[in-house]
């Protein structure tokens, strides 16, 4: 079907790359065991504390915030609809864990941006067939920096308040044991 075949069908270019668009995020739904275990592989493979021999529970950790960040990015992109902060929830929960077991902060966000990498080559790779195809995968750019950023930023507040709660704890135990001692 050329060109013009789409627009004596009715259809104009825009409506072709929505369509496209909503095939590639349909089709990386479809896919999401798949791409998940591309995006755990590849932090794992690029940062070395998530490298490092981990055990079962944080591998099950790991690949379920990677399997909802890219589930929960790609349903809003298919809705088209922005993210809101109920939506992405779960990533502060993910980031005080993180912190708790003393992963740096740069370490998690390097970790989020790896996955987002991995989620965009997903796209194009899933957009190559087509011109239509290669140029929805280019309108999904935008929404995925919006995505990354979003969830970055509450991922990073998530971190930085587990911290700022864990100096506050110490702080206080540290009071508590000098007044003990000083009684």
């Known amino acids: 079907m050329g060109q013009d075949d789409v627009h004596d069908a009715g259809m104009t270019d825009h409506d072709t790359v929505r369509a496209e668009r909503a095939r590639i995020?349909?089709?990386?739904?479809?896919?999401?065991?798949?791409?998940?275990?591309?995006?755990?592989?590849?932090?794992?493979?690029?940062?070395?504390?998530?490298?490092?021999?981990?055990?079962?529970?944080?591998?099950?950790?790991?690949?379920?915030?990677?399997?909802?960040?890219?589930s929960t990015g790609l349903s809003a992109m298919l809705?088209?609809?922005?993210?809101?902060?109920?939506?992405?929830?779960?990533?502060?929960?993910?980031?005080?864990?993180r912190a708790e077991i003393g992963f740096g902060l740069e370490d998690y966000l390097a970790a989020f941006r790896v996955g987002q990498v991995t989620l965009w080559e997903a796209m194009v790779a899933c957009g190559t067939e087509t011109p239509?195809?290669?140029?929805?995968?280019?309108?999904?750019?935008?929404?995925?920096?919006?995505?990354?950023?979003?969830?970055?930023?509450?991922?990073?507040?998530?971190?930085?308040?587990y911290r700022q709660l864990a100096v506050a704890e110490a702080d206080r135990e540290r009071r508590d044991l000098l007044e003990l001692l000083l009684a």
Not at 30 to 58: M, S
Not at 143 to 156: D, E, K, Q, V, W
């Open 25 to 70: 995020l349909s089709t990386l739904l479809g896919r999401i065991d798949a791409l998940t275990a591309a995006g755990v592989a590849a932090i794992r493979a690029e940062i070395p504390a998530y490298g490092a021999e981990r055990d079962e529970r944080f591998l099950a950790d790991l690949a379920s915030q990677v399997r909802l960040v890219y």
């Open 79 to 97: 809705q088209e609809r922005p993210l809101a902060p109920e939506d992405i929830a779960f990533v502060r929960g993910a980031a005080m864990r």
């Open 132 to 161: 239509e195809g290669r140029e929805a995968a280019l309108t999904l750019a935008a929404p995925l920096i919006r995505l990354i950023n979003f969830a970055s930023t509450h991922a990073g507040q998530g971190y930085v308040e």
